[in-house]
T-cell receptor, first 114, second 113 residues
Framework: EAQVTQNPRYLITVTGKKLTVTCSQN?????MSWYRQDPGLGLRQIYYSMNVEVTDKGDVPEGYKVSRKEKRNFPLILESPSPNQTSLYFC?????????????FGPGTRLLVL | RKEVEQDPGPFNVPEGATVAFNCTYSNSASQSFFWYRQDCRKEPKLLMSVYSSGNEDGRFTAQLNRASQYISLLIRDSKLSDSATYLCVVNFMNSNSGYALNFGKGTSLLVTP
């Protein structure tokens, strides 16, 4: 089954404690992306990757890091989480071929930073 | 000005009603267009792509007006299960990444018995 998986699905942590949210896709997609979704603000892109070892900032990259060492994985790293990073996070992937690139989303990770 | 704008709603309609959502986008270089559906606390899922000639998928009809930079979604014979948030999504090529997706904030629909 084609899918995007994220772990953990729910996480409560404290300010300053480094954490990583994993994202993996099994569709051989080149493009992967991280979003955060907050009430009233919609989906905002944090980082994206066009392919292995190619990453770039989205609209709200501050406080986040990513890596793309393998095509299937795109972890999101919060080196020193702060309460304003409490949010719902989605990983997504798509192929780069053609213009009609639909994005497939993971199930989301709910993060609470105390 | 926001890249993709939608009326946030909520739209409260009775079962069986017809409801229309609108979306405008600011980047005239936009190349592909989609409607996504998002249920509460779930991930967005593709509902349908939007083509220049307009397209229909069962009770759902999508229209695109490139001249006015306007996209619409029409839902006929609304079902309770149509209750969700509908996201307008616009894809365009840019000089940096070659590819960017812009999401509207979504329009909330509640279909009532």
């Amino acid at each position: 089954e084609a899918q995007v998986t994220q772990n953990p699905r729910y996480l409560i942590t404290v300010t300053g404690k480094k954490l990583t949210v994993t994202c993996s896709q099994n569709m051989n997609h080149e493009y992967m992306s991280w979003y955060r979704q907050d009430p009233g603000l919609g989906l905002r892109q944090i980082y994206y990757s066009m392919n292995v070892e190619v990453t770039d900032k989205g609209d709200v990259p501050e406080g986040y890091k990513v890596s793309r060492k393998e095509k299937r994985n795109f972890p999101l790293i919060l080196e020193s989480p702060s309460p304003n990073q409490t949010s719902l996070y989605f990983c997504a992937s798509s192929s780069l071929g053609g213009l009609g690139r639909t994005q497939y989303f993971g199930p989301g990770t709910r993060l609470l930073v105390l | 000005r926001k890249e993709v704008e939608q009326d946030p709603g909520p739209f409260n309609v009775p079962e069986g009603a017809t409801v229309a959502f609108n979306c405008t986008y600011s980047n005239s270089a936009s190349q592909s267009f989609f409607w996504y559906r998002q249920d509460c606390r779930k991930e967005p899922k593709l509902l349908m792509s939007v083509y220049s000639s307009g397209n229909e998928d069962g009770r759902f009809t999508a229209q695109l007006n490139r001249a006015s930079q306007y996209i619409s979604l029409l839902i006929r014979d609304s079902k309770l299960s149509d209750s969700a948030t509908y996201l307008c999504v616009v894809n365009f090529m840019n000089s940096n990444s070659g590819y960017a997706l812009n999401f509207g904030k979504g329009t909330s629909l509640l279909v009532t018995p």
